[in-house]
C-alpha cells in the first residue's frame, strides 16, 4: 500500500472518530492494537498468512479488540482493513492517524539534542521558549550528545535549528571556505 492509500485510511477512521468525539480512545486503542501486533509473532503470522481466511483473522482481531475495550468504531475498522487486505499496513495508518490527532490538538513532537544534561529549570524555560516559537504545545524529549561541544540542536518536524556550537563552526569553515 503506497503511502497516499494509509494516509485515506487514516482520513477516514479520524474524520469518523472526531465525529463520534472518540479521538482519544481510538488512538488509545489503536496504538495498542499495532503494538499487539507488531510485538506478538502469533499476531503477525495470522495478519500476514494467506492462509488464514478474512473471517478467521476479523474472529481473532475482534476477540483482542474485546479484550481491550476498543470502540466499536475501531473494531469495523480493523474488520474493514481485514477484509480489503489492508491490515499488514496497519503501522503506517497508525502512525498518520497520530499525528492527524496532534495536529488538531496543537501539538508538535520535537527532539532536542544537547552537548550536557540541562537542570530541571533549563528545560522548562527551553520549552516556553520552543512553544512561543513554533506557536503550539510542545512534546520535548532530550538526548545528551557530547559530540555538540556546546549549544543544541532543536527538530521540530521537518525544521532542524542548529544552534550548537559544532554546528557554528561548521558554518564559520564554510563562509571561510567561499
Known amino acids: 500500500m503506497s503511502l497516499a492509500t494509509a ?34 509473532s502469533e499476531i503477525q503470522d495470522l495478519c500476514r498468512n494467506p492462509l488464514y481466511t478474512p473471517d478467521e483473522k476479523k474472529r481473532i482481531l475482534s476477540s483482542l479488540s474485546d479484550r481491550i475495550g476498543s470502540p466499536p468504531l475501531l473494531k469495523r475498522f480493523v474488520d474493514l482493513l481485514i477484509q480489503k487486505n489492508r491490515i499488514r499496513q496497519l503501522a503506517e495508518i497508525t502512525k498518520i492517524f497520530g499525528a492527524m490527532v496532534d495536529e488538531t490538538q496543537g501539538l508538535e513532537h520535537v527532539r532536542v539534542r544537547v552537548a550536557k544534561r540541562v537542570s ?40 532542524v535549528y542548529d544552534g550548537s556550537l559544532k554546528g557554528q563552526l561548521r558554518e564559520l569553515r564554510r563562509e571561510m571556505a567561499e
Open 120 to 159: 530541571k529549570e533549563q528545560e522548562s524555560g527551553l520549552k516556553r521558549n520552543l512553544e512561543t516559537l513554533l506557536k503550539r504545545n510542545v512534546d520535548m524529549a532530550i538526548e545528551v550528545d557530547p559530540s555538540l561541544i556546546g549549544g543544541m540542536v532543536v527538530y521540530a518536524g521537518s525544521r
Open 7 to 40: 494516509r485515506r485510511y487514516a482520513k477516514a477512521l479520524f474524520e469518523l472518530a472526531q465525529q463520534e468525539n472518540l479521538l482519544g480512545p481510538v488512538r488509545e486503542r489503536l496504538e495498542q492494537t499495532e503494538s499487539m501486533i507488531r510485538t506478538q
